[in-house]
């Protein structure tokens, strides 16, 4: 499975982005996406995950409120929305696709897009 994600870029603060991510592929259905990022000079860190069939969601405290993770099972897409941005969010985010087997799990992930909130 290849991820490919995009949407990130340069933004003012208290601006809106919207990533993507495409799995392309698959042969197996995929049961979870996420999103993770990875601040400069930090560590990755977790920041949502939603089921493919769109039922469970879930962010970090840090975001509730201001992003959204959507998915369009059809497409094999997961979204980002990401409104009220801050400097802080600054970071490159990656996607992360999982796939749960009887005997293992398999674990994918998208090459990062850059968001750099600054004005």
């Known amino acids: 499975v290849q991820l490919q994600a995009s949407g990130g870029g340069l933004v003012q603060p208290g601006g809106s982005l919207r990533l993507s991510c495409v799995a392309r592929?698959?042969?197996?259905?995929?049961?979870?996406f996420a999103w993770y990022r990875r601040p400069p000079g930090k560590q990755r860190e977790f920041v949502a995950r939603i089921t493919s069939d769109d039922r469970i969601h879930f962010l970090v405290d840090s975001v509730k409120g201001r992003f959204t993770i959507s998915t369009d099972n059809a497409k094999d897409t997961v979204y980002l929305q990401m409104n009220s941005l801050k400097p802080e969010d600054t970071a490159t985010y990656y996607c992360n696709a999982v796939t749960y087997q009887p005997a293992r799990v398999l674990d994918y992930w998208g090459q990062g897009t850059l968001v750099t909130v600054s004005s």
């Open positions: 592929g698959s042969t197996l259905k995929i049961d979870t």
